[in-house]
């Protein structure tokens, strides 16, 4: 019940909602064999339940994953993992030798780290709240960080301050943001000066064949390349500069 209660999407069924009919037993042995997961809880007196056991050996025969749950009450029929080893069947012994069985524990707070292992060893997905939880509390930490004044308030921000590399490929290849609109005009006018006047001479250099000059066909190429190159660090500039950039990355 702690489990369906955690996880209300997922499908389970207890050994006690099942009776042992022999009608049933067929419609039992298909849902074990489907499951996405077999759930065995080790207590006293669960080898002498021919039907528990029957169950077990249905989910490895199909390879089920199976995961192994230990009582740690002695009143609720707490066993010693060494005394319970020592008395599974033959046949079934790999399955206990080569899993951690999870302790259960009844004290509630206690409980619910049993019922995360188990859902994890399940490989059960985290329930949707448990995920808008984690989002929320993620995107409280992240505006707490970029709401600090000495914090950088975007990922250009953040890059340039973490990486001297790509601040450099950044500021060289004219993508460079500042925060004072005179430093960011100034650069973008040396930029693009020194971006044309690089074009430019490239056009020049097809009558002079001056070095670099290599082939025509190849350096009107390099020429011509700066006319897409200018459009797309001119859309480029319009986007970042955008108030939907500044929201999305800020």
């Known amino acids: 019940d702690v489990i369906r209660d955690t996880r209300p999407s997922a499908a389970v069924l207890s050994r006690r909602e099942v009776p042992n009919p022999v009608g049933v037993h067929r419609v039992v042995r298909k849902a074990v064999q489907s499951c996405g997961a077999f759930l065995f809880f080790i207590s006293q007196g669960v080898l002498d339940d021919d039907y528990c056991m ?8 199909a390879r089920r994953t199976i995961v192994l749950v230990m009582e740690t009450d002695s009143r609720r029929g707490a066993v010693s993992m060494q ?5 599974v069947p033959e046949d079934v012994t790999a399955v206990f030798r080569n899993n951690i069985a999870i302790p259960w524990y009844q004290e509630k707070g206690f409980r619910s780290v049993s019922v995360k292992s188990i859902l994890k060893r399940a490989n ?3 329930s949707h709240e448990d995920e808008l939880d984690k989002l929320n509390r993620v995107k409280r930490e992240m505006t707490s960080i970029f709401m600090r004044a000495e914090h950088p308030t975007t990922c250009f921000d953040i890059i340039q301050d973490r990486s001297l590399t790509l601040w450099i490929v950044i500021f060289w290849g004219g993508l460079a943001q500042f925060k004072s609109k005179r430093a960011q005009q100034i650069y973008n006018i040396l930029f693009n000066f020194s971006f044309w006047l690089c074009g430019a001479m490239c056009a020049v250099n097809l009558l002079y064949k001056d070095m670099p000059y290599h082939v025509f066909p190849t350096d009107v190429l390099t020429a011509y390349v700066h006319l897409p190159a200018c459009q797309s660090w001119v859309v480029w500039r319009r986007f970042v500069s955008s108030s939907g950039c500044e929201e999305l990355l800020s």
Request: without cysteine; glycine residues 0%.
């Open 124 to 126: 059960l997905a985290e």
């Open 83 to 87: 005394d319970f080893l020592s008395e």
């Open 54 to 61: 029957s169950q077990l050996r249905w989910a490895i025969q």
